[in-house]
């Protein structure tokens, strides 16, 4: 088992920055690759970024290529996504994931049962 609790989601003016967290517990997190998938409010969820077990491979959603950076601290059990020049179209629940994948393909797929995912954090981006 692995329990993902998100954090830092908040209100913000558009062109603004957010830095959200992913803190995870239970089996080692580092074993997991770490992802950030978003829900609009009557909108299907969608992948955001997504980061390797190491860190050193990430992926982005091309709505958000630029403009967000995801990052992981293995040490801390931590995965980030730092959310730069927000848009009014940002704004959704925003949820960390925990998933073996190896791909973009992996990581970009709908939940698969093998997943752990946290319970999200809103973010709301004002005009």
């Known amino acids: 088992q692995v329990q993902l609790v998100e954090s830092g989601g908040g209100l913000v003016q558009a062109g603004g920055s957010l830095r959200l967290a992913c803190a995870a517990s239970?089996?080692?997190?580092?074993?997991?690759?770490a992802a950030w998938f978003r829900q609009a409010p009557g909108k299907e969820r969608e992948f955001v970024a997504a980061?390797?077990?190491?860190?050193?491979?990430?992926y982005y959603a091309d709505s958000v290529k630029g403009r967000f950076t995801i990052s992981r601290d293995n040490a801390k059990n931590t995965a980030y996504l730092q959310m730069n020049s927000l848009k009014p179209e940002d704004t959704a629940v925003y949820y960390c994931?925990?998933?073996?994948?190896?791909?973009?393909?992996?990581?970009?797929?709908?939940?698969?049962?093998?997943?752990?995912w946290g319970k999200g954090t809103l973010v709301t981006v004002s005009s």
């Open positions: 994931v925990a998933r073996r994948a190896n791909t973009y393909s992996d990581y970009v797929g709908p939940p698969n049962g093998l997943d752990y």
């Open positions: 980061v390797s077990r190491s860190g050193m491979t990430t």
């Open positions: 239970g089996r080692t997190f580092s074993t997991y690759g």
